[in-house]
């Protein structure tokens, strides 16, 4: 690398580092070889020179002295913190020497390959599963699989595609664009953008609607910044989004809200779906999700005849109880109206060029790997054999089932482990101390990270050091522009996850050897957009489409939208179906409906008079990204401690004072929390932060950096997942107490 020279790297964000779904476009400043500064692009579209917190403190996160830079292998007991520096050839021969030994005493399927959030990681860690010859690519603990996939899942069933609420994100020129209208109401629905900037939907857009006249539903238990300056909020109690979503269904097909046109030419199944809501009026549903009958009704004709509307959405859809049925139920009112793939609607999401960078669909599976492949690896796929909805979308595990064949070994026993960009133990996993006694067990782990945390000390044989993202090359295509990352600063003895994966890919894989650098395989990846990996970084590392079928708007009537070139949505009737044959063929039941979670006022009175607040856990702040950058000075500054939402008359009942430590227990677990007394909380709900553990802490097994402390995920159970396997985790809807424990060391 360069060095004494200053100079500006154009680059996208994407972990690690910034943390976050993310694909700004970021100016990195780089003097004598280090990063100095962090501006945003003005020049991208997505995020036309903004950046957040995380972004600006790239500088601390790359340059922390706590980073690991070498391979590490353990030398102690698991957890006891003990590791001796090792090289690269070292590392990788170990992980294949051991891999092979397991593949080939207990079959390629007894290793799973686990990863955290979407991040770049998605690519590399399909890569080598495959290669490797494993069925079983899974978020360690992710109760119910309850994050995006049931949601995507739901619209694949629906729509044939992904919808998002239209910002004009898929225009160059924006909201300056002539094809763009701006929404006249957007609802915003179990998600907080301004905090979170999620799935490839960043909270300005929202803003820069708002203040082109864009009104505002938000359907939130807690008084957000976008609720406070709502025309409607309904104040909800966590887990009956999908007793609202049909109270609004109710509503709009008995006073004839839809859009009969569009209904009657584009979907199927409407009578049925109007028979069905008949079960769910609006004084029925307002009582269950603690909300004014007259605000359901209003809500609902408010969306219905502002058209242009938008709904946006996030996580808590997932966690509900049934959660793909919930976002079923959502993205009927979409369709129902006529608001799919219109301007100002809910636009369809296509990756751009059709650059795949790991299969979104089964389909998009088939492409990369051939049906064959897939077909062989749903065989022993955990969970397959159980929930059809597992087998026939997107190829992950159902990572409650993985727990159960963690401790039972049935069917067949899991030996290895091989976990990337995640931290199950500190933050992603529900119930993670019985995660932490059944993944004790395993031959070998590695851990590919930038930094050591509770999963890594606990569990790691060997520790690969990741480079950080101004020190690799990698590509990204969630949604639009396709972008890549470009390298700006010596990554030193780190390697990027595609370096690492590649590397062990080539070393494990049965079949031929297809690429040898990166490069070459992201070369390859690109071909469709017909650029190289070297010209998207001269062109500033983003590249729009000015046409074809990942361009907006109704593509049904174009014939855009499915493989065989004819108009209409990409479903099995290719009709938009409000009747789901693919829920029908999966066994589940095809139309909507309302069930109360597993745990709840309603469901278990007994636990509720015990426990008498919702524990509504893991809300976004905009400063950490789930259990990270909690060792980053300016990020930490900002919310030192981990805080539990209460609203203060609830606190005075209990005799908590603002600032004060408290307990919040149940019959699963507990943690500690300070006390935030606000207004903006429900009487009867209390909200906490995930992922906190505490670097400056000690590291070694039991405390593992205070994770017991303050883990909330002590409170959340596994195995509440949805009758599909997707959806359906408790994180927002255990049930507690929370007690006044004063000093934070006291008990
Ligand atoms: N209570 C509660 N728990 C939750 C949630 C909730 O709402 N409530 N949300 C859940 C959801 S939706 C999700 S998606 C999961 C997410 O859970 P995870 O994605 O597992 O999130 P982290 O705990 O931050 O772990 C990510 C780890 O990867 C490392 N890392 C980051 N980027 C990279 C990279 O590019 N390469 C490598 N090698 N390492 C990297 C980080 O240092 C960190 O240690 O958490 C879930 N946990
Ligand atoms: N800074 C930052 N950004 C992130 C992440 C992060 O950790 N940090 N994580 C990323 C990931 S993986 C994800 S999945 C997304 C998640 O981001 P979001 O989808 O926004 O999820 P949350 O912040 O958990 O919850 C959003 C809002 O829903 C409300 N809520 C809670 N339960 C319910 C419910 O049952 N019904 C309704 N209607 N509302 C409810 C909460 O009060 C909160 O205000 O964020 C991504 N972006
Ligand atoms: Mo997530």
Request: hydrophobic share 35%; net charge neutral; glycine share 10%.
């Amino acid at each position: 690398m360069e060095k004494d020279k200053r100079k500006i790297v154009r680059t996208t964000a994407w972990s690690p580092g910034c943390g976050s779904h993310g694909g700004c476009g970021f100016k990195l400043e780089i003097e004598n070889g280090k990063l100095v500064k962090v501006e945003g692009d003005e020049c991208h579209p997505w995020n036309q020179g903004r950046v957040c917190a995380k972004g600006l403190a790239l500088t601390q996160y790359v340059h922390h002295p706590d980073r690991v830079r070498h391979p590490l292998k353990r030398v102690g007991a698991r957890g006891e913190n003990k590791w001796q520096q090792i090289t690269w050839e070292e590392a990788f021969d170990i992980c294949e020497k051991k891999l092979k030994e397991i593949r080939e005493k207990y079959g390629a399927e007894s290793v799973i390959f686990a990863q955290g959030t979407g991040r770049d990681i998605g690519g590399p860690i399909t890569y080598l599963c495959y290669a490797y010859g494993s069925p079983n690519w899974v978020q360690i603990g992710l109760a119910g699989h309850s994050c995006y996939t049931p949601r995507q899942g739901a619209m694949f069933v629906t729509n044939g595609n992904y919808t998002m609420a239209d910002c004009s994100q898929f225009l160059e020129k924006r909201y300056e664009d002539p094809q763009w209208v701006r929404p006249n109401v957007i609802i915003n629905w179990a998600q907080n953008p301004i905090n979170g900037c999620f799935d490839g939907f960043y909270g300005h857009w929202i803003v820069d609607c708002m203040k082109r006249g864009s009104k505002l539903i938000v359907i939130d238990p807690r008084v957000t910044w976008l609720a406070s300056r709502a025309e409607i909020h309904l104040q909800n109690r966590p887990g009956t989004d999908g007793a609202i979503a049909l109270g609004m269904l109710h509503v709009i097909i008995n006073e004839g809200l839809y859009d009969k046109e569009f209904v009657d030419k584009w979907c199927n199944g409407f009578d049925k779906l109007k028979e069905r809501v008949q079960q769910y009026p609006p004084e029925k549903m307002a009582a269950i999700a603690w909300i004014k009958t007259e605000d359901l009704i209003r809500a609902a004709r408010l969306y219905a005849q502002s058209k242009p509307s938008a709904i946006h959405w996030g996580v808590p859809i997932d966690g509900n109880p049934q959660g793909t049925v919930v976002a079923q139920a959502i993205a009927h009112l979409w369709s129902i109206t006529g608001n799919i793939d219109i301007p100002g609607g809910n636009v369809i999401a296509k990756a751009a060029f059709g650059v795949t960078t790991y299969p979104f669909t089964s389909q998009e599976m088939a492409d990369l790997y051939g049906e064959e492949m897939v077909k062989k690896l749903n065989e022993l796929r955990i969970g397959c054999d159980r929930y059809p909805m597992i087998k026939g979308f997107r190829g992950w595990v159902q990572p409650d089932v993985l727990l159960e064949q963690l401790e039972t070994g049935k069917p067949y026993k899991v030996h290895g482990a091989w976990i990337q960009t995640s931290n199950p133990i500190g933050g992603q996993a529900a119930d993670p101390k019985r995660h932490l006694a059944a993944l004790q067990d395993l031959d070998f782990i590695v851990v590919v990270d930038t930094f050591h945390n509770p999963t890594s000390v606990a569990l790691a044989d060997i520790f690969l050091p990741a480079a950080a993202l101004s020190e690799k090359e990698s590509f990204r295509n969630w949604w639009w522009p396709l972008t890549n990352m470009v390298k700006a600063v010596d990554s030193g003895d780190t390697k990027s996850d595609w370096e690492i994966n590649l590397e062990m890919a080539n070393r494990l894989t049965t079949g031929p050897i297809r690429f040898k650098t990166v490069k070459d395989l992201i070369d390859d990846r690109l071909k469709p957009a017909g650029i190289t990996y070297d010209e998207l970084a001269k062109r500033g590392s983003w590249y729009a489409p000015k046409d074809g079928s990942s361009v907006p708007y109704y593509r049904y009537e174009t014939g855009m939208l499915r493989r065989d070139g004819k108009p209409g949505f990409d479903t099995p009737s290719g009709k938009v179906e409000l009747y789901a044959t693919r829920y029908e063929e999966w066994g589940l039941d095809p139309l909507p409906y309302f069930v109360e979670a597993s745990e709840s006022p309603v469901s278990t009175p007994e636990l509720w008079a015990k426990y008498p607040l919702i524990f509504a856990s893991g809300r976004r702040v905009p400063v950490f990204f789930h259990a990270e950058h909690r060792m980053i000075p300016w990020l930490r500054e900002i919310v030192p401690d981990p805080v539990i939402e209460i609203n203060p008359q609830t606190a005075k009942d209990l005799g908590i004072e603002d600032g004060e430590w408290v307990l919040a227990e149940n019959n699963h677990g507990s943690a500690k929390f300070k006390a935030l007394l606000t207004p903006t909380a429900h009487p009867k709900i209390v909200s906490v932060g995930h992922g906190w553990w505490i670097p400056e802490a000690k590291p070694e097994t039991p405390g593992l950096f205070d994770n017991w402390e303050h883990n909330c995920n002590q409170l959340v159970p596994m195995g509440t997942q949805s009758k599909s396997g997707f959806g359906g985790g408790a994180y927002k809807t255990s049930l507690c107490r929370v007690v006044k424990i004063g000093a934070k060391d006291s008990k």
